[in-house]
């Protein structure tokens, strides 16, 4: 079945290091892997996907890594700013799922100045 | 993200009422979805419609209804089923298949509290 279990659930790192989230995933036939950014009270936004036929994505200071044989993929920012405080949520499209999203738990994310 | 409009932004049920949420789109997607976030969770897929007049139910669509009779709009149903209704309600829509570049993007939600 559909399942996407994000970690950690809560994330607290100092103004310029790096912040690493996880999640994984149940279906192998899973192909598409976004990440958006959830500010207090707004709608989750985009800011980095990744296709199942590429390993790692990068876009400035956020990157995404994908390891389709564990079943995992990441997120990675660095040289993290106050404004990249925020919850970020992973999801995937099974491919037999019919163009719907799963949603994982989410992670919350300070970056203490 | 700005094509798709939610209303009202606030809402408030009292006990054994219907409510409908309003969600339009002006990107010609044609997929909508509805989904529920509580706080401090994640989002959870109520209904969603790949193409007008056809539907399909989420992880967690008892107590809710929907239609989608017009492309562009895709109106969601607080039922007075659904028990514990107060929560975060996201509507977002996609061009298909799903792919990079091709995502799903928010309105900017609805706030529902029971009274």
């Known amino acids: 079945g559909e399942n996407v279990e994000q970690h950690p659930s809560t994330l607290s790192v100092q103004e310029g290091d790096s912040a690493v989230i996880k999640c994984t995933y149940s279906?192998?036939?899973?192909?598409?892997f976004p990440w958006y950014k959830q500010e207090l009270g707004k709608r989750p936004q985009l800011i980095i996907d990744?296709?199942?036929?590429?390993g790692e994505k990068k876009d400035q200071r956020i990157a995404v890594t994908l390891n389709k044989t564990a079943k995992h993929f990441s997120l990675h920012i660095t040289e993290t700013q106050p404004e990249d405080s925020a919850v970020y949520f992973c999801?995937?499209?099974?491919?037999?799922?019919?163009?719907?999203?799963?949603f994982g738990g989410g992670t919350r994310v300070l970056v203490k100045p | 993200d700005g094509g798709i409009t939610q209303s009202p932004k606030y809402l408030f049920r009292k006990e054994g009422q219907n409510v409908t949420l309003s969600c339009e789109q002006n990107?010609?997607?044609?997929?909508m979805y509805w989904y529920r976030q509580d706080p401090g969770q994640g989002l959870r897929l109520i209904y969603y419609?790949?193409?007008?007049?056809?539907?399909q139910k989420g992880d967690i669509a008892e107590g809710y209804s929907v239609s989608r009779e017009k492309k562009e709009s895709f109106p969601l149903t607080v039922t007075s089923a659904q028990k514990n209704p107060t929560a975060f309600y996201l509507c977002?829509?996609?061009?298909?298949?799903?792919?990079?570049?091709?995502?799903?993007?928010f309105g900017e939600g609805s706030w529902l509290t029971v009274v």
């Open positions: 977002a829509s996609s061009m298909r298949p799903l792919r990079s570049g091709n995502t799903i993007y």
């Open positions: 279906d192998s036939a899973s192909n598409y």
């Open positions: 990744i296709r199942s036929n590429v």
């Open positions: 999801a995937e499209d099974p491919e037999a799922a019919g163009n719907k999203l799963t």
């Open positions: 990107l010609n997607h044609d997929a």
């Open positions: 419609s790949q193409i007008v007049n056809d539907f």
